[in-house]
């Protein structure tokens, strides 16, 4: 009898276990949106530190769009380009060359178009179709109509498009919230490393979360702390510093 | 060749030709002087390269400008130029293959050639030495001296000497050399300081001849003197470090077509661009070549030339190489025209010149490491080559870094496809550059702002570089389209100024400064400038430059 019992209740745990699990994993999935339409088409490369960002990956034929960092945006294409992508950035004439280099994007796969003019659609098109990432600038002259166009022709050819701005319809809208730098004092140090808070919205009406990223960190100097751990952290960063 | 482990060594029988101090007779024959004028190419601060002449004088190497022309007050002072130098060699190496074939030039000045098999042909390695100076001195018009020995280090001094060394005798040669010659075996500047340093220091340690360096362990030599003291051990006990690699000559392969009447018009050109593509691809198709480069020449008719250098992977679209070629010329000469350009002055043409160049036999091409170009690389470039079209050559660019102190002096940016030398090395040190992390906006030209005290009163900075008082604030220039600015300019207190109409100020959380950089100041392109990293509260960062007595917005750390 009292054996019995335990089993019941055994068998009992496995079932409420498999139902939390569930529940959970639904909840992850309509946080993120991450639905099994997500799981078809293959990824490219993203870098590590992104993943919070994009829990489902950089999928082709997707529409990321990004406010309010230009070196997010970056960092976004960096790992694909880094691993023989092509990128092509529209409408981007103030990017920052040696910025994108530094991020890992590699020079001989990365085309500009500075100023594509009235024939932004027919460009933007002619780089979805052969392009694997394509940066679209901020105020790009392009219709409703022609982002839809985009994203189909994106969607049938495999790439994907990183625009800066609002995109209506993006897969993921990432909005640059706040950004933080450290290392400047009153006249004196240099920009060192920095924080950014994204807010991250999958598609209209779902919920946003929030996630902190450290995008550039620099080997700063080591500051004395007052605690004991601090101080032998101290040290340790400046043996590292130091090899 | 063997590879024998132990006290024997890895060596190649090999001649040496050496035509002393090559920098000056090579500028010496740009600059028309005869061979027995006094003459030194001057870099840096002293003298790199003396002739003979001068050094009679009493003219060394190293010497500074005022002590040279002291020793030797006629003395001719020409310019460095590395190219130059390995320009002038070609044709030394051309008149050596007169009676050899494959030689490899170690640097300029200095030729290897391997001796078996022309001193075989030759007779004896006497009279391939004696062939040698004679070509030399008939095809090329400059003295050498030619010496043979087992091993790179051997070769060189026996060459420095006319002295052919006797197989299998170039160890003891060697061991009786003082420990400096080892530089002379260097082939790169880097490397070559590096072992005069090594030199230097064992000099000091009490050892000066290559034998009493080859006495010493060389696990005790890495120890303490790491690759370069491996590496001069090697070439001490007289072993070669890496085969030599031979140089092959492929002609480049022309084409060029002159008009009858001198043409103005791109559509007369474009049918001749299309007519010497055509040759250019039957030639090389003949030759059974093809080519990484193509050079489009274009000549006016004042003499002038515009010419560009264009990339190429034809191999992979066999049959499309008239029209790519095509659309080339047309490019770069409708940009000419149309004047949007830079090139010599407008005028009609006289001629029009395709160059195949670095023509490599078809199947002998270098591919990816992966086999060959992938199928995404060629879709990419086809797709880039398609909104050339659309938007013109200058609508697409490529870019590379290039070292500079601003960011926008660090980029290179040309039109897609066209062949990318960076002028200024990133690699050279940059003082005064902005330091890391680069900036991911970097606006193309750059911006009015405004940075104020406290107290709303524009911030200076002195020419010590004082700053008048810590920025507080900043402020961009309002759009002048925007609905606010209008309303200032209505506005009665105004008073109808038309200068720029300042936004709201944002709140500077921290900033680090100014750094000065003085570019270029004998030049009409001179700057000074005191740049200045800002963080904006919870904004991006930003890189502000005063020059002229104003704030500039340079990049945007965003």
């Keep these: 009898m009292f054996e019995s019992e335990s089993v019941v209740t055994g068998v009992e745990a496995t079932h409420v276990r498999l139902a939390r699990a569930r529940a959970a994993l639904t909840a992850v999935e309509s946080r993120v949106g991450s639905g099994r339409e997500g799981w078809d088409s293959p990824t490219l490369p993203l870098a590590t530190s992104l993943s919070e960002v994009l829990p489902g990956g950089l999928r082709r034929g997707q529409v990321v769009s990004v406010e309010g960092s230009t070196s997010l945006m970056l960092a976004l294409a960096a790992r694909a380009s880094a691993e023989g992508s092509w990128t092509v950035a529209i409408g981007m004439p103030s990017l920052g060359i040696v910025a994108a280099a530094r991020r890992g994007i590699e020079l001989h796969r990365l085309a500009l178009v500075p100023h594509p003019g009235v024939n932004v659609a027919a460009v933007a098109g002619a780089c979805v179709d052969g392009m694997d990432v394509v940066l679209c600038g901020p105020g790009l002259a392009l219709s409703d109509a022609d982002r839809r166009r985009l994203v189909a022709r994106a969607r049938e050819r495999g790439s994907v498009i990183v625009a800066a701005g609002s995109w209506a319809g993006a897969h993921a809208r990432l909005v640059v919230e706040a950004s933080r730098w450290e290392g400047l004092g009153a006249g004196d140090g240099r920009l060192r490393s920095r924080t950014l808070t994204v807010a991250i919205r999958a598609r209209e009406g779902s919920p946003v979360s929030r996630v902190v990223l450290t995008l550039d960190q620099q080997r700063s100097l080591p500051r004395v702390r007052p605690s004991g751990s601090g101080q032998a952290r101290t040290e340790r960063a400046g043996l590292e510093g130091a090899a | ?558």
């Design chain 2, 1 to 558: 060749m063997s590879a024998v482990t132990g006290s024997s060594v890895t060596t190649v029988r090999r001649a040496v030709l050496w035509v002393p101090d090559w920098p000056v007779v090579a500028a010496m024959a740009e600059a028309g002087l005869s061979a027995d004028a006094p003459a030194a190419v001057l870099h840096g601060r002293g003298m790199v390269a003396v002739s003979a002449a001068a050094r009679a004088a009493g003219v060394r190497r190293g010497q500074r400008k005022r002590l040279a022309q002291r020793a030797c007050p006629q003395l001719a002072i020409l310019t460095h130029d590395e190219g130059r130098d390995s320009r002038g060699f070609e044709s030394v190496a051309a008149a050596a293959e007169q009676v050899v074939s494959g030689v490899e030039i170690s640097r300029p000045g200095l030729l290897m050639i391997p001796a078996d098999g022309a001193a075989r042909f030759h007779g004896s390695e006497e009279a391939l030495a004696e062939a040698l100076v004679g070509a030399i001195a008939d095809l090329a018009g400059c003295e050498c001296s030619v010496g043979a020995a087992d091993g790179l280090l051997a070769a060189i001094l026996a060459a420095r000497t006319s002295s052919l060394i006797p197989l299998g005798k170039s160890a003891d040669f060697l061991a009786g050399m003082g420990i400096e010659t080892l530089s002379f075996a260097a082939m790169e500047r880097v490397q070559r300081d590096a072992v005069e340093d090594l030199a230097s220091v064992l000099v000091r340690l009490g050892i000066h001849t290559l034998g009493e360096f080859t006495a010493l362990p060389l696990s005790d030599v890495v120890a303490r003197f790491g690759p370069v003291g491996a590496w001069a051990h090697r070439i001490a006990r007289g072993e070669d470090v890496a085969p030599p690699v031979l140089r092959r000559s492929e002609e480049d392969i022309a084409v060029e077509y002159v008009f009858e009447e001198p043409a103005q018009r791109v559509e007369q050109l474009t049918l001749v661009a299309r007519h010497v593509a055509e040759l250019l691809a039957t030639a090389l198709l003949e030759a059974g070549m093809r080519c990484a480069k193509v050079r489009i020449v274009a000549r006016t008719e004042r003499g002038e030339e515009l010419e560009r250098v264009w990339r190429t992977d034809v191999g992979s679209r066999a049959g499309a190489f008239a029209a790519h070629m095509t659309d080339r010329v047309r490019w770069q000469l409708e940009g000419w025209l149309s004047g949007t350009s830079n090139g010599p002055e407008r005028a009609a043409l006289s001629s029009l010149g395709v160059v195949a160049e670095d023509v490599v036999p078809l199947g002998a091409e270098q591919s990816y490491l992966w086999g060959g170009v992938s199928g995404a690389d060629s879709r990419a470039q086809r797709t880039l080559e398609r909104v050339q079209g659309l938007l013109g050559l200058e609508g697409v660019l490529a870019v590379r870094e290039q070292g500079g102190r601003s960011p926008r002096d660090r980029v290179l940016a040309l039109p897609w496809g066209q062949e990318l030398t960076p002028v200024r090395p990133p690699a050279h040190p940059w003082p005064g550059q902005i330091p890391d992390p680069p900036p991911a906006t970097v606006l193309p030209s750059p911006e009015r702002i405004q940075l104020l005290d406290a107290g709303g009163t524009v911030v200076s900075v002195g020419r010590r570089l004082a700053m008048s008082a810590p920025p507080t604030w900043v402020r961009h220039e309002e759009d002048p389209g925007a609905e606010r600015t209008a309303a200032m300019r209505r506005h009665p207190s105004s008073r109808h100024n038309a200068g720029p109409v300042w936004g709201a100020p944002l709140p500077i959380d921290a900033w680090a400064g100014p750094w000065p950089v003085a570019e270029r100041w004998w030049s009409s392109e001179a700057s000074r400038r005191a740049y200045l990293q800002v963080a904006l509260r919870d904004g991006p960062a930003l890189l502000v430059a005063f020059s002229d007595g104003g704030w500039w917005l340079e990049a945007i750390y965003d």
